[in-house]
């Protein structure tokens, strides 16, 4: 034979298997024969297509990153790793086997392919492409190319390895190695996270800049962009955001139950382990012939596992329903501190915020925020992190007590069962979410038609509304097959991972046996503790779209504790001789006050403190309210709204509320003094009566006394009447008069009104324009200057004339109705 042989002198390519570990000529022969497949054929049909159907970046959408020259100084080590690899060898002077030779040509024109690749997904990008990250091909590359450095850890206890270091060959060969192994790892992480291509698809990108150069700086175009953002995106932060709602601080016992459910789920893992050992002990012992004593004491301890265990993986048995039940515990608090804080923050939020807020979607953001919480923590801690841990246990034993091929078999399995399907879940989430518009949309529809059926029925359009409501039942079929059809394919690909794994280790197991090295339980072992391993899996898919949605669920409760406060000023306790000054003030609130839009009640809600003024000040007696507890200036204020809304509660509780401490006779005091007293006795329930959701079994006038009948019963040094009586009729309107005379007596009063016979007896009287005192004084006074205010009066007293006469008018033509008609003889009347 001339020149040096392909592999050693001693080996065959022939033999995979050799001493302990893999054949290095098999070894180094594969691995470069697949990487250069990947890259060369894949990557030039990648390059076709990005030459093709692509388009060259522009230079200002390519993101500046170190990582991506780290991702590129990496891959060129790599190749240059392969060059002096082979060099060295070469100059070695021993003999140079040519899968060495082969290994390091072929290596170095794969990496040569993969540089190049990097390098064209930077420049350029396929425009209908809406994905963001590496391709494909590039990814299976990288990922290929770690594994096969992973597996060199099988051929541990091989002396034709490097793992000795016995000699300058071997110590140099384990650090190329390890150099390969390093770089391979970093460009498989780092290609996850793509650094050196834009984050976002580069249509979006092109369009907003588009928009931004047509209109200005707007919005972005697509305003569902960040909910296209991964919902795993920062889940170190949204982790430590659910830490301390797991964590009772300050509740000793909870921290116990806490700790206890902890070692509890460990436990379970060390049985998962003991349960199919056990099972090929008894195997094994009836097969050997051993002793009934022994026999039974394995049998006992085995169901004793099984009884602790429970049905396949621990889903009901009695550790698992301990745990569970020491956990209501520790949920119960996490629903409570959620939910408490939340409502208290809620309630701290300013006026313009309220005012903005959609009440539905809120309380389903707190609903779904809490049992998502509840549901992440109950799924990752004891769901996902179990299922891990008995993944690596596994392997680890497995490696331990048979060898490492077992280890290998599970460790594939395993690693393409999560991959498979994290990404199969991700791609069928779009019909999903498709499938619920589209019966959303078919609901609707139907909603919408029943709704309106007299329209329908107007113009004949029932089989229009029926065939408009079949094409939305047949559009939503189509997604829900392809909803159904994904989940089969999902199904179907885990049954064949699950299979192939099992039909690797079986037949293994098998040949092992046959060669004397296994006894039957340890074939029985491997088929009882994969099956076992593979039942929590069947759930990941679940158990993953679960997670995904808390996730966003959770995100939108704390967008709510992100809110801002309203200003909160840690001053003094505010003292009140009720004297108010306002000097120049400002707000940036818009006002909506009735016809004028002059501002009156934003100047009532400035004083109240629900906006701070952006200039100026607000004095009460020589106090600025800003620099004041909010609390403490509250306290002495008491408001009658134009809108009074009361809780869905009885009348007497809805008084009390202006002061929970009173009595029921203070309560009806205040109720007599509002004039509502007489009133509510002709109620069969009296005090008792039920005011419905928002007061609504009470006429506008029933509320607003009880609004004034609770701000009596405060009993503040500054009521603020915002239209207090506006919904009231004249007899009852002038009783309440004359009882804020009384109520309001020794106390500064400010009265927003539009009829201003209801003010004629104020100290003073303020004139509002565009946000500005246009005129104050007396009543008489103003009317003497003939300004707005006169202006004001003659108009009201004009329209009280009017009205005064449309009534008589209207009795006298009831009166002449009344009269027998007269009839025209030869006339009709129509």
Request: hydrophobic share 40%; aromatic share 12%; with cysteine.
């Amino acid at each position: 034979r001339i020149g040096p042989p392909y592999c050693e002198a001693s080996a065959s390519i022939s033999e995979a298997w050799l001493e302990g570990g893999i054949s290095p000529c098999f070894y180094f022969t594969l691995v470069p024969t697949v990487l250069l497949t990947l890259s060369f054929f894949f990557g030039a049909f990648h390059c076709v297509c990005y030459r093709r159907y692509g388009t060259e970046m522009e230079p200002k959408f390519v993101p500046r990153s170190r990582l991506y020259g780290l991702q590129l100084a990496v891959s060129l080590l790599l190749l240059l790793q392969f060059l002096g690899g082979l060099v060295w060898r070469a100059a070695g002077g021993g003999e140079l086997p040519g899968y060495v030779v082969l290994y390091g040509c072929l290596s170095m024109l794969g990496w040569v392919w993969a540089v190049a690749l990097l390098r064209l997904e930077r420049r350029r990008v396929l425009v209908r492409d809406r994905t963001r990250g590496h391709s494909t091909v590039l990814l299976l590359f990288w990922a290929v190319a770690f594994s096969a450095e992973n597996l060199a850890f099988v051929s541990w206890a091989s002396p034709y390895w490097w793992w000795g270091l016995e000699n300058t060959q071997q110590q140099v060969e384990f650090s190329l190695w390890l150099m390969r192994y390093l770089g391979t790892g970093t460009l498989f992480f780092l290609g996850l996270k793509a650094p050196g291509l834009p984050r976002r698809p580069y249509m979006l990108l092109i369009n907003e800049d588009e928009r931004d150069v047509e209109g200005g700086t707007g919005q972005p175009l697509l305003s569902g962009a960040e909910e296209s953002q991964s919902t795993w995106q920062d889940f170190g932060q949204k982790v430590r955001l659910l830490v301390p709602y797991m964590w009772p601080r300050g509740n000793i016992l909870l921290q116990g139950l806490v700790l206890l459910c902890l070692c509890l789920l460990g436990l379970e893992r060390v049985i998962n382990v003991f349960v199919p050992i056990y099972y090929k002990n008894i195997v094994n012992e009836l097969t050997d012939g051993s002793r009934w004593k022994t026999l039974v004491t394995t049998v006992c301890v085995y169901v004793l596992l099984k009884i602790l265990q429970g049905g396949g993986a621990g889903a009901s048995g009695f550790i698992s329903n301990l745990r569970s039940f020491l956990w209501i515990r520790v949920q119960q608090y996490t629903n409570r501190v959620v939910q408490v804080r939340l409502f208290g923050h809620l309630h701290s939020l300013s006026l313009r915020w309220h005012l903005g807020r959609r009440t539905g979607d809120v309380l389903r953001s707190i609903d779904r925020g809490t049992s998502s919480i509840n549901t992440l923590l109950s799924y990752i801690v004891f769901s996902i992190f179990p299922t891990i841990a008995d993944i690596v246990i596994s392997i680890i034993y497995f490696i331990t007590y048979f060898n490492a091929w077992f280890g290998l078999i599970i460790f594939v399995c395993m690693f393409l069962y999560l991959t498979l399907t994290i990404i199969i879940t991700e791609w069928r989430t779009k019909y999903r979410r498709d499938m619920n518009t589209q019966d959303n949309n078919a609901k609707s529809k139907a909603v919408d038609s029943l709704l309106n059926f007299e329209t329908v029925k107007y113009y004949n359009a029932e089989n229009y509304e029926v065939n408009r409501f079949e094409d939305a039942i047949l559009k939503y079929q189509i997604s829900e097959w392809k909803t159904q059809a994904s989940l089969a394919f999902l199904n179907q690909t885990q049954n064949l991972i699950v299979g192939s794994g099992l039909l690797a280790g079986s037949l293994l197991c098998a040949y092992f046996f046959q060669e004397g090295k296994f006894k039957l339980g340890d074939f029985i072992l491997f088929g009882t503790y994969i099956i076992q391993l593979y039942t929590p899996l069947n759930w990941f898919g679940t158990y993953y779209r679960i997670i995904q949605k808390s996730f966003i669920d959770m995100e939108s409760m704390f967008k709510l504790f992100t809110e801002e406060e309203e200003p909160i000023s840690h001053g003094k306790i505010m003292r009140v001789n009720r004297e108010i000054g306002m000097r120049r003030i400002t707000s940036s609130s818009s006002s909506s006050v009735g016809q004028s839009g002059c501002g009156k009640s934003t100047l009532l809600r400035l004083l109240f403190r629900f906006y701070d003024v952006q200039g100026g000040c607000i004095r009460i007696d020589g106090q600025d309210i800003s620099k004041v507890k909010q609390v403490s200036l509250r306290a002495h204020i008491g408001v009658v709204p134009q809108d009074t809304v009361l809780f869905n509660d009885n009348i007497r509780d809805n008084i009390r509320y202006g002061r929970i401490s009173a009595s029921d006779h203070e309560v009806e005091a205040a109720a007599i003094a509002a004039d509502i007293h007489k009133k509510i006795q002709t109620f069969p329930e009296g005090y008792d009566t039920q005011v419905g959701e928002r007061g609504l079994k009470l006429s506008g006038g029933e509320k607003q006394r009880v609004a004034i009948a609770r701000t009596i019963l405060k009993a503040p040094q500054i009521i603020l009447l915002d239209e207090a009586t506006s919904a009231l009729d004249t007899q009852t309107e002038r009783n309440i008069q004359a009882s804020l005379i009384k109520v309001c007596s020794n106390r500064t009063t400010i009265v927003v009104a539009h009829r201003l016979s209801t003010i004629i007896g104020a100290d003073q009287i303020l004139v509002l324009s565009d946000g500005q005192i246009a005129e104050r004084g007396r009543h008489d006074e103003l009317l003497a200057k003939g300004g707005l205010y006169c202006d004001m009066w003659m108009k009201q007293q004009h329209a009280q004339d009017s009205d005064s006469a449309s009534d008589t008018e209207a009795k006298d033509r009831k009166s002449e109705k009344l009269q027998p008609p007269s009839v025209t003889a030869g006339h009709r009347s129509h």
